[in-house]
């Protein structure tokens, strides 16, 4: 640059001309000082390959940004897998291994268990957000209940092992495990059967005196029925 500057004066440049060209070159000369910093500041990894500036605030290797993450954790995470009609399975798994001192990574939506499934996006949503919950995770837990595992678990499972990631069974680890019973869905269930149990009653003392009118009914059905009645009250009151 000064050797250009050094000819244009030799053409006959005017003093303004050749200010400008002094500015430029120094301009021109702390870029490239500025590009020899940035440069030494650059760092490789060996790993994947990639590169980052040492700056202390930026990182663009994938590997330590892998890095920085983990470091904020002083507990393992864990990621359930498994079809949620096991929803049961779930919540007591979750607690054993959060007891364990385990990060648990787990499902929010109970599909199968509740029969209410979601349209195709949906699905394909939900199983691209677990997956990224396994990309968080150091290992993997499959709930195979039954040795039962889905379409989706089974892709899931794919991807664990692709990341490097470990991947333990349920049914391996416990082989005689039962998955535990829902308490409120068999409460519901027994209070379900005392009222049907009344309205049958109540049918069959209907049908015995209909032919003593409505007044004769109701009243037959009050003395016969009552005390089944009274246990789903105080049932459901529990």
Not at 214 to 233: N, R, T
Request: glycine letters at 8%; proline letters at 3%; a negative charge.
């Amino acid at each position: 640059m000064n050797d250009l500057v050094g000819r244009l004066r030799r053409k006959g440049g005017s003093y303004e001309f050749a200010t400008l060209c002094d500015e430029a070159a120094d301009k021109l000369e702390q870029q490239d000082k500025e590009i020899e910093r940035l440069q030494s500041m650059h760092v490789h990894c060996d790993h994947c390959g990639g590169s980052w500036l040492d700056d202390g605030i930026n990182a663009g290797c994938q590997c330590r940004e892998t890095e920085r993450l983990q470091a904020r954790f002083t507990a393992p995470i864990c990621c359930i897998c498994g079809s949620t009609r096991f929803k049961q399975a779930w919540i007591a798994e979750n607690a054993r291994l959060t007891g364990e001192g385990n990060i648990v990574l787990a499902v929010g939506l109970w599909g199968h268990h509740e029969r209410q499934y979601p349209d195709e996006e949906t699905k394909r949503q939900l199983d691209n957000l677990h997956k990224r919950k396994i990309d968080l995770c150091d290992w993997v837990w499959v709930l195979d209940i039954g040795s039962y595992i889905g379409d989706s678990t089974r892709s899931e499972i794919e991807y664990a092992k692709s990341l490097g990631k470990p991947v333990r069974y349920l049914s391996r680890e416990f082989p005689d495990y039962v998955e535990p019973t829902d308490s409120l869905r068999a409460e519901a269930e027994r209070l379900q059967g005392i009222v049907d149990r009344a309205y049958r009653k109540l049918s069959c003392v209907a049908i015995e005196r209909s032919c003593k009118g409505v007044p004769e009914i109701v009243q037959a059905c009050d003395k016969q029925a009552m005390g089944i009645l009274s246990e789903a009250a105080e049932a459901g009151g529990k």
